[in-house]
């Protein structure tokens, strides 16, 4: 195959592998010549797009042409510009536009993936109800103080999870209060079978209450403040001490048969490519449709990476009320960039991105909510917040991979599943997370920090659907215990999103 056509009303089509020029490839049966080189994953036109034209892909536009492109041309950032996520517009210039083209679903997604092939994992029950797949020993810094207490505790002793961060002082109001409740949730996280505290004694971070909230709710934790101790080597020490006998006392726990409905699996893609849309994200999206199958729920998020596509998931909002937070969430993250007088395409696609193949954050968006598979989505929750309800959920995070995954997770996700075209090897300190390849050449390049290669489709044509089992498979294995490539490696990268400010 040298090229795919993502929907019939497409105006481009995909190189599947690197084309020449001059090249002769069939797409849909008509045969089309190229006029340039197409690397693997750029996009060539199929029909001539006249300059102000909107450009179709999926079925769905991804930006407008700049030029006049003929058949056969390479379309890309030189001659196709984004409507959206612009922050740089003057007064009295043309204003945003939101593009609405047929309401088609991608083709590649619409197979039935069937029914779950098993209803249970292996877990921990915990004392508030929640089931774990980890039991991690956390030593958490309560403040960027305590880091590196926490850091030689660690090394010291490998099996704890030892978090430090740059958190947690110098933040004010709702800033203090997100950072909080981030920490909070990762030391009361099902995944996490006890905590030590280790913050310094003079920080905003009320480490001292947090602890006797953990305390309360019934979490096994201690906590310990430098100042109170003595100094760095005696907390050092004693945490050291304390951290061994909370190892003894999580040996106890013992996993049991748990429903997948109490699994909440979160989505993430990073470093994507043209492939990540095609392959690892429909893919992961018929994952996700088992996932809710089987009464589990999955968290959509990256809310920027909606924008161009927020229609497509308003319309599946469980009900009007969710349409408009989804449609409402995209719009203010257009407008912090509309504030700040920049435009976003700077930052949307990433330069990866768009060495990859793509070409505006449209048709990323259209790419990203493909993780979502085809549920309806049943509820629209800030950053880091706890879920409330089961099936599609959508969390208002921002594109960083690593704020994004930690806010997922604080909101009480217990695996990760996130697709790569470039390579991300990034993990997390308490839940495992599973890597998904959009390209079989990548996958083999990087097979160290892989879990699952969807390049199959392209490279085996093997269905979405099948490769979307295979993901559900590998969900159910780390959910009971399987150690996932991340984990392996030892990735354990944490971000709190910022609202600021900082003083």
Same mark, same amino acid.
């Given at each position: 195959?040298?090229?795919?056509?993502?929907?019939?009303?497409?105006?481009?089509?995909?190189?599947?592998?690197?084309?020449?020029?001059?090249?002769?490839?069939?797409?849909?049966?008509?045969?089309?010549?190229? $006029?340039?080189?197409?690397?693997?994953?750029?996009?060539?036109?199929?029909?001539?797009?006249?300059?102000?034209?909107?450009?179709?892909?999926?079925?769905?536009?991804?930006?407008?042409?700049? !030029?006049?492109?003929?058949?056969?041309?390479?379309?890309?950032?030189?001659?196709?510009?984004?409507? $959206?996520?612009?922050?740089?517009?003057?007064?009295?210039?043309?204003?945003?536009?939101?593009?609405?083209?047929?309401?088609?679903?991608?083709? =590649?997604?619409?197979?039935?993936?069937?029914?779950?092939?098993?209803?249970?994992?292996?877990?921990?029950?915990?004392?508030?109800?929640?089931?774990?797949?980890? @039991?991690?020993?956390?030593?958490?810094?309560?403040?960027?103080?305590?880091?590196?207490?926490?850091?030689?505790?660690?090394?010291?002793?490998?099996?704890?999870?030892?978090?430090?961060?740059?958190?947690?002082?110098?933040?004010?109001?709702?800033?203090?209060?997100?950072?909080?409740?981030?920490?909070?949730?990762? !030391? $009361?996280?099902? @995944?996490?079978?006890?905590?030590?505290?280790?913050?310094?004694?003079?920080?905003?971070?009320?480490?001292?209450?947090?602890?006797?909230?953990?305390?309360?709710?019934?979490?096994?934790?201690?906590?310990?403040?430098?100042?109170?101790?003595?100094?760095?080597?005696?907390?050092?020490?004693?945490?050291?001490?304390?951290?061994?006998?909370? =190892?003894?006392?999580?040996?106890? !726990?013992?996993?049991?048969?748990?429903?997948?409905?109490?699994?909440?699996?979160?989505?993430?893609?990073?470093?994507?490519?043209?492939?990540?849309?095609?392959?690892?994200?429909?893919?992961?999206?018929?994952?996700?449709?088992?996932?809710?199958?089987?009464?589990?729920?999955?968290?959509?998020?990256?809310?920027?990476?909606?924008?161009?596509?927020?229609?497509?998931?308003?319309?599946?909002?469980?009900?009007?009320?969710?349409?408009?937070?989804?449609?409402?969430?995209?719009?203010?993250?257009?407008?912090?960039?509309?504030?700040?007088?920049?435009?976003?395409?700077?930052?949307?696609?990433?330069?990866?991105?768009?060495?990859?193949?793509?070409?505006?954050?449209?048709?990323?968006?259209?790419?990203?909510?493909?993780?979502?598979?085809?549920?309806?989505?049943?509820?629209?929750?800030?950053?880091?917040?706890?879920?409330?309800?089961?099936?599609?959920?959508?969390?208002?995070?921002?594109?960083?991979?690593?704020?994004?995954?930690?806010?997922?997770?604080?909101?009480?996700?217990?695996?990760?599943?996130?697709?790569?075209?470039?390579?991300?090897?990034?993990?997390?300190?308490? !839940?495992?997370?599973?890597?998904?390849?959009?390209?079989?050449?990548?996958?083999?390049?990087?097979?160290?920090?892989?879990?699952?290669?969807?390049?199959?489709?392209?490279?085996?044509?093997?269905?979405?659907?099948?490769?979307?089992?295979?993901?559900?498979?590998?969900?159910?294995?780390?959910? @009971?215990?399987?150690?996932?490539?991340?984990?392996?490696?030892?990735?354990?990268?944490?971000?709190?999103?910022?609202?600021?400010?900082?003083?």
């Amino acid at each position: 195959m040298d090229a795919l056509l993502m929907h019939l009303d497409d105006d481009v089509a995909l190189a599947a592998k690197n084309l020449a020029a001059g090249q002769m490839v069939y797409v849909d049966g008509r045969a089309v010549t190229l $006029r340039q080189p197409i690397p693997f994953g750029h996009k060539f036109a199929i029909r001539s797009i006249p300059r102000g034209q909107p450009v179709l892909k999926y079925g769905q536009p991804i930006g407008r042409a700049v !030029a006049d492109i003929a058949i056969g041309q390479h379309a890309h950032v030189h001659n196709v510009e984004s409507l $959206r996520g612009r922050g740089d517009w003057e007064a009295g210039s043309e204003a945003p536009v939101v593009m609405v083209a047929n309401n088609h679903a991608h083709h =590649l997604q619409s197979a039935d993936v069937g029914e779950p092939p098993t209803t249970t994992f292996l877990g921990y029950r915990r004392q508030d109800g929640r089931a774990g797949v980890r @039991n991690h020993v956390l030593v958490l810094a309560t403040v960027h103080c305590a880091k590196t207490v926490v850091d030689r505790i660690g090394q010291m002793l490998p099996e704890v999870v030892a978090l430090s961060h740059v958190y947690g002082c110098s933040q004010l109001g709702d800033d203090l209060a997100q950072s909080q409740r981030v920490l909070e949730e990762f !030391a $009361r996280h099902p @995944n996490v079978g006890a905590v030590l505290l280790i913050g310094l004694g003079c920080e905003s971070m009320p480490t001292i209450e947090m602890g006797e909230k953990l305390a309360a709710l019934g979490v096994v934790s201690q906590r310990l403040t430098i100042q109170e101790e003595g100094g760095s080597r005696k907390t050092y020490e004693l945490g050291l001490g304390i951290a061994r006998e909370l =190892l003894q006392e999580v040996s106890r !726990a013992k996993r049991e048969p748990i429903p997948l409905s109490e699994l909440i699996v979160a989505t993430e893609c990073g470093g994507s490519d043209a492939w990540s849309g095609v392959t690892a994200n429909p893919a992961v999206g018929a994952a996700s449709d088992l996932i809710v199958k089987a009464g589990g729920t999955v968290i959509l998020s990256e809310v920027p990476e909606f924008i161009g596509a927020e229609h497509l998931l308003a319309a599946r909002g469980a009900n009007a009320e969710v349409a408009r937070q989804i449609v409402a969430a995209t719009l203010e993250w257009e407008e912090k960039a509309k504030q700040m007088g920049v435009d976003m395409r700077g930052a949307q696609p990433t330069p990866g991105n768009i060495e990859g193949g793509l070409t505006t954050i449209e048709e990323k968006s259209l790419g990203t909510i493909a993780k979502g598979g085809t549920s309806p989505v049943q509820e629209y929750v800030g950053y880091a917040r706890r879920l409330s309800k089961r099936g599609l959920v959508i969390m208002d995070t921002p594109g960083n991979d690593l704020e994004s995954v930690t806010g997922m997770i604080a909101g009480g996700a217990q695996v990760v599943v996130f697709t790569t075209g470039r390579g991300s090897p990034t993990g997390s300190p308490i !839940a495992p997370v599973i890597k998904v390849a959009t390209n079989s050449a990548m996958y083999r390049r990087l097979q160290d920090d892989m879990d699952i290669d969807a390049g199959t489709v392209l490279e085996e044509g093997e269905s979405l659907a099948s490769v979307g089992h295979r993901i559900f498979e590998e969900i159910v294995a780390a959910a @009971n215990g399987k150690t996932t490539a991340a984990e392996a490696w030892g990735h354990r990268e944490f971000a709190i999103n910022m609202i600021g400010p900082r003083v």
